[in-house]
């Protein structure tokens, strides 16, 4: 019997960029706190938290193939989470307009029964636009600023305020579909 897909997330959007792959999965969410106080690179961050997420998924579900996946921004090496309030949300697209900022997700997938995983990483760079403190206000009418690291997103009303992606755009959603995609074919999960 095949495996079948698990998603170790409530992220909206890494269902949506799935499901629209084409595939069939039931999502789960981990009981797992993300990192965010250790001394790591952006890169380093990303892994560990996919990593904690996935296991703490796969270890209720050992038969099925689970994907987790951590999505943070940093700016001159210092990596932003997600914001507190709607104030520090303020203040980090302050800080990102005009400039550019790397957004990584890394992914875990893992198959316990088959004693199978791997994690991979992407980085992209998301320029800016210039943003006045009127265009930040309108701009966080339209989102939902507290669940997205850097305090914003790419899909949706994302022009209004990134000028250019260099790399995956959907990493900067939250899951780098060109690498997810075969890595999930590899495990036996292949899109409808």
């Known amino acids: ?23 069939e999965f039931e999502a789960c969410s981990p009981r797992v706190r993300e990192r965010s106080d250790v001394d790591l690179t952006l890169r380093e961050l990303t892994v560990l938290n996919a990593m904690r997420k996935g296991m ?14 951590d999505t943070l921004v940093a700016i001159n090496n210092e990596i932003l989470g997600k914001p507190r309030d709607l104030a520090e949300a303020i203040a980090m ?11 990584c997700t890394s992914v875990f997938v893992c ?35 507290l669940d997205k690291a850097g305090a ?19 990493n900067v959603v939250g899951l780098p579909m060109e690498k997810a995609v075969p890595v999930l074919v590899e495990f036996g999960i292949n899109a409808a």
């Not at 019997?1 to 595939?23: H, K």
């Open 93 to 103: 697209l302050e800080r990102l307009s005009g400039r550019v900022h790397d957004v």
């Open 1 to 23: 019997m095949r495996p079948t897909l698990l998603l170790a997330s409530n992220s909206p959007r890494r269902r949506e960029l799935l499901s629209e792959a084409g595939f």
């Open 111 to 145: 198959h316990l029964e088959a004693a199978r995983s791997t994690t991979f990483s992407e980085i992209s760079g998301v320029r800016f636009r210039r943003l006045t403190r009127r265009a930040i206000d309108h701009y966080l009418t339209r989102i939902d600023p």
């Open 152 to 170: 914003y997103a790419a899909q949706g009303f994302g022009n209004q305020i990134i000028e250019k992606i260099e790399g995956s755009f959907t």
């Open 56 to 69: 703490a998924v796969a270890r209720a579900h050992p038969k099925q193939v689970v994907l987790a996946a």
